[in-house]
Nanobody
């Protein structure tokens, strides 16, 4: 089974920045795509950003211009750099990986709390 481990969460002041990391147990180049999702208290889980094997990226509208998803194949790690954080960004952030066989893997999540 594929293991994904997120790290980098914590408490940050509004307007600040954080970088989340997602370390995979195998080469991330073997995945069809990797993505970040988040789930805020009382809300449904939402997609945040995706990066594919070509390094093409996509973002949900609410984070465009503020978040950057990137990949380091050598370290088997995907990152989510977050800037100009808002209270609305408070959520548990999950890393996901999709295989070419159609399987999806999820990390355990990491909490980001943005205070005013």
């Amino acid at each position: 089974q594929v293991q994904l481990v997120e790290s980098g969460g914590g408490l940050v002041q509004a307007g600040g920045s954080l970088r989340l990391s997602c370390a995979a147990s195998r080469s991330i180049y073997t995945f069809r795509a990797m993505a970040w999702y988040r789930q805020a208290p009382g809300k449904q889980r939402e997609w945040v950003a995706t990066i594919c094997t070509s390094s093409a990226t996509n973002y949900t509208d609410s984070v465009k211009g503020r978040f950057t998803i990137s990949r380091d194949n050598a370290d088997n790690t995907v990152y989510l750099r977050m800037s100009r954080l808002q209270a609305e960004d408070t959520a548990v952030y999950f890393c996901t990986a999709g295989t070419f066989a159609g399987n999806d893997y999820w990390g355990q999540g990491t909490q980001i709390t943005v205070s005013s």
